[in-house]
């Protein structure tokens, strides 16, 4: 033990300690545990393990096991099912990756503590970094783990029970998580806009020429919208749930081809009577798009199910929010000589920022323009005032040559 000791301070001396990682991804009917742990610390707590430097994976799990477990507020400690053992490299490191499951919902949900003294039971400067990585109830997502614990020699516990689990909590986060999503989502957020912009006009040969009515522009863009809503719904829980599986790239590029057609369709009028059918088909593209974000969650069926209608919500919010902030000052701005340069210049640029996009997600350029195009959403608000700003000028401007001012004379 005292060599032990030495050489491991000699190791902290000769370059800084590699801490073991362990993420906990906690179901309602099991607890399942992502663990890396270096190699080199490994070594100096188990040396039987390695033979001529090489780990020997057959027999690394008979001595994982007695030093994970779970304990119970009484009774023996539970013991999970050791798999996946691989080595692995991080931060040009030799690590070993494994992941531990333990099964059973009554016995593992009543546990309310993690002990795993893997390598602390030897090597007294070893840390090990224990973060909740998998809680919808807890409203705990894997692209934001929260730290549970930091264990070391002496300290080889940490508790795992929450007191305020809460399906509103989960539902509330992906709910927020949807909003955010179209909110901060150039191109989704575009490609909105453009179904916007031809709503007040109705198409005559190739070109929109008359102003349709209010209550038909509401009722043409809620068909839209509707159509849309339908289409990304389903591919959006059938991509979640693994009934389909689909590439990133390929599902990105056709959500820049969508925003493509819909600026031309809004400088002048290509899909005739087949708006409804497009826009269907162009949601079925973006729910395929918007699954990549639920589709690294990996919640269990019931969690997944909640989050998938809480996500979904969040975009209607939002999409809903964008229409009625916009479709108005559309329907106003339309009534003047100002809509059909304003439609023309707005769709040449939606239809420019589309085909770089389109070029990018294509792998024909590097992404230095896409950047800036994404960073184009904090000027939304400052678009939507120039939108108001002009609406209501060109109100004014028809005003005054209704009823123009008398000079006195």
């Known amino acids: 033990m005292v060599t032990l000791s030495w050489l491991t301070c000699f190791a902290v001396q000769a370059h800084p300690a590699l801490a073991s990682n362990v993420w906990v991804d906690r179901y309602q009917d099991r607890l399942h545990l992502s663990v890396q742990i270096p190699q080199d610390q490994l070594f100096m707590a188990a040396p039987m393990l390695f033979k001529e430097q090489q780990l020997q994976l057959d027999q690394v799990t008979a001595y994982l096991k007695p030093h994970i477990k779970l304990l119970p507020p009484s009774g023996e400690p539970l013991t999970g099912q050791i798999s996946n053992l691989h080595p692995v490299t991080v931060n040009q490191a030799p690590y070993l990756a494994f992941e531990v499951n333990f099964n059973g919902k009554g016995a593992v949900l009543a546990a309310n503590r993690l002990h795993y003294d893997v390598i602390l039971h030897r090597v007294v400067t070893h840390k090990v970094m224990v973060s909740i990585r998998r809680d919808f109830y807890q409203a705990i997502f894997p692209n934001h783990p929260e730290l549970l614990a930091v264990l070391h020699y002496n300290h080889y516990s940490t508790a795992l029970t929450h007191t305020t689990d809460s399906w509103w909590r989960g539902f509330k986060a992906v709910y927020m998580a949807g909003l955010e999503h179209i909110q901060e989502g150039t191109d989704h957020l575009l490609f909105l806009l453009c179904l916007l912009l031809p709503a007040p006009l109705v198409a005559k040969g190739k070109k929109w020429q008359a102003k349709a009515s209010i209550g038909q522009s509401i009722k043409t863009m809620l068909a839209l919208v509707t159509a849309f809503t339908c289409g990304h719904c389903l591919t959006l829980a059938l991509v979640s749930l693994k009934v389909i599986v689909v590439p990133a790239r390929p599902v990105e590029a056709l959500v820049a081809f969508s925003i493509l057609v819909s600026a031309i369709h809004a400088y002048r009028p290509i899909l005739g009577g087949r708006g409804i059918a497009i826009a269907a088909s162009f949601g079925l593209v973006h729910g395929m798009a918007f699954a990549e974000t639920?589709?690294?969650?990996?919640?269990?069926?019931?969690?997944?199910?909640?989050?998938?209608?809480?996500?979904?919500?969040?975009?209607?919010?939002?999409?809903?929010?964008?229409?009625?902030?916009?479709?108005?000052?559309?329907?106003?701005?339309?009534?003047?000589?100002?809509?059909?340069?304003?439609?023309?210049?707005?769709?040449?640029?939606?239809?420019?920022?589309?085909?770089?996009?389109?070029?990018?997600?294509?792998?024909?350029?590097?992404?230095?323009?896409?950047?800036?195009?994404?960073?184009?959403?904090?000027?939304?608000?400052?678009?939507?005032?120039?939108?108001?700003?002009?609406a209501c000028g060109s109100q004014l401007s028809l005003l005054r040559h209704k009823w123009p001012i008398r000079k006195w004379s």
């Open 294 to 390: 639920m589709s690294g969650l990996g919640f269990n069926l019931p969690a997944m199910l909640s989050a998938l209608l809480g996500f979904n919500l969040g975009i209607e919010s939002m999409q809903l929010v964008v229409v009625v902030a916009v479709l108005p000052w559309l329907l106003l701005f339309s009534r003047s000589s100002w809509y059909s340069p304003f439609r023309n210049l707005a769709s040449v640029a939606a239809a420019g920022a589309a085909l770089v996009w389109l070029s990018q997600r294509l792998g024909w350029t590097d992404d230095s323009l896409t950047q800036q195009l994404d960073d184009a959403s904090k000027l939304w608000p400052w678009l939507y005032l120039a939108l108001v700003m002009l």
